[in-house]
Nanobody, 115 residues
Framework: QVQLVESGGGLVQPGGSLRLSCAGS????????MNWYRQAPEKGRELVAA????????NYVDSVKGRFTISRDNAKNTVYLQMNSLKPEDTAVYYC????????WGQGTQVTVSS
């Protein structure tokens, strides 16, 4: 069955960096646009970044442009989110996602930015 498994979250000080990973299985990973979403406490889920199936196209929400980089390795069925210059407002649960027959989601990984 389809699985998305995120990892790499944690506690980091403002200005620090983290790299999230999302490993996909049970589907043809290289055929799909992959997305990273986040959900902060008491807020809706927000699309943070997206990458085309081949990796040549990316999009970002304005609040992370210049700080976050999405990438993928189709040989490893993995999508990444490199997060630099982290701010307290980046604190959220981060989810990877793709839209196949329906929306598929991972279990999420917590990112906390705090001193």
């Amino acid at each position: 069955q389809v699985q998305l498994v995120e990892s790499g979250g944690g506690l980091v000080q403002p200005g620090g960096s983290l790299r999230l990973s999302c490993a996909g299985s049970g589907f043809t990973f290289s055929s799909y646009v992959m997305n990273w979403y986040r959900q902060a406490p008491e807020k809706g889920r927000e699309l943070v970044a997206a990458i085309s199936s081949g990796g040549g196209g990316t999009n970002y929400v304005d609040s992370v442009k210049g700080r976050f980089t999405i990438s993928r390795d189709n040989a490893k069925n993995t999508v990444y989110l490199q997060m630099n210059s982290l701010k307290p407002e980046d604190t959220a649960v981060y989810y990877c996602n793709f839209r196949g027959a329906r929306n598929y989601w991972g279990q999420g990984t917590q990112v906390t930015v705090s001193s």
